[in-house]
DNA sequence: TGTGTAAATGATAATCCTTTTCATTTAGAG
DNA sequence: CTCTAAATGAAAAGGATTATCATTTACACA
């Protein structure tokens, strides 16, 4: 079940945003496609229904919708990496959302996931990414 | 415990790349240090042993060391992202890594082992990030 | 139903990050 | 030592995202 155009609507004005034709075009786009778009997807799809829109709005909104969890981000494979050292044991992270810093943490073993999914969904699973955001001890008191 | 920088070399060659002293350099600079750090750190790094090094190559020996496993990638918070309408259910994703269709899944609860790590490290858990990568049904056949 | 104002917009430019290209250099097998 | 495929690096190209700032607009309230 999805959320709907006017649920996201109403939920927008709830939280002092205003309601600009705009911003219902972008709501629009993404309500009507079942698929992950990207920023330029939307871009041209809204830009059907409102050919003035600007590219900025449309990061602009999916910004603050994103925020208010009324869709849903995807990280999609691209950009945006660090890299460590390798372990020979396999592990996670948890990231401070405040300083950045990175604490592996292992001995959760995602196989059994891994073994129901790929039963459920047919796919031939090669990879995973499980990363935990918070704030670390010192950004909790520093705040 | 982590892969020794003489691991690492031995490894490459293994695998039929040649040792350049610009690998080693790059190796040297991850294995030196206990952060996770991008493409430009690793430069700068890697620049102070080896001035004359070009970034491209910086970009291609991450490449190659994350296939083999030798480094561990990790993915921040950065760009590279998709959108799709929220769904009131908690989800997470499945992606195909050859035509990139994305299927959720919902069910399984993350949030003992958010309680866990919460517990073990002091970090105020704020969201998480679970992605599968694998290869769809269809892409399996087409191969 | 006007009016005023803070919020929102969009053109443009500025940043970043990453990949491509291609001429030159080099690791390392033989 | 020679030879060659692999690797390199400067430069340019390509993308994505963010910053700026003058202009427009939604909508609270008079
Ligand atoms: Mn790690
Ligand atoms: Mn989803
Ligand atoms: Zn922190
Ligand atoms: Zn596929």
Redesign the interface.
């Known amino acids: 079940?999805?959320?709907t155009e006017k649920r996201?609507a109403a939920a927008l004005r709830e939280h002092g945003y205003k309601l600009t034709p705009q911003r219902r075009v972008v709501i629009g786009a993404?309500?009507a496609?079942?698929?992950?778009?990207?920023?330029a997807?939307?871009y041209q799809k809204a830009h059907q229904d409102h050919p003035t829109i600007g590219l900025t709005t449309i990061y602009r909104t999916?910004e603050i919708?994103?925020r208010l969890?009324?869709?849903?981000?995807?990280?999609?494979?691209?950009?945006?990496?660090?890299?460590?050292?390798?372990?020979?044991?396999h592990?996670h992270?948890?990231?401070?959302?405040v300083c950045g810093e990175?604490?592996d943490?292992s001995g959760?073993d995602i196989s059994p996931?891994?073994k129901r999914?790929?039963r459920?969904?047919?796919?031939?699973?090669?990879?995973?990414?499980?990363?935990?955001?918070?704030?670390?001890?010192n950004c909790?008191q520093n705040a």
Chains 1, 2 share one sequence.
């Open positions: 079940m999805r959320l996201i993404i309500a496609s079942p698929d992950h778009l990207t920023p997807d939307l999916l919708l994103a969890e009324l869709i849903c981000e995807l990280h999609a494979g691209g950009s945006c990496r660090s890299y460590t050292i390798g372990a020979p044991e592990h992270h948890i990231i401070c959302s990175v604490v943490f959760y996931l891994e999914l790929s459920e969904t047919g796919f031939e699973i090669e990879g995973h990414l499980l990363e935990f955001i918070g704030r670390c001890q909790q």
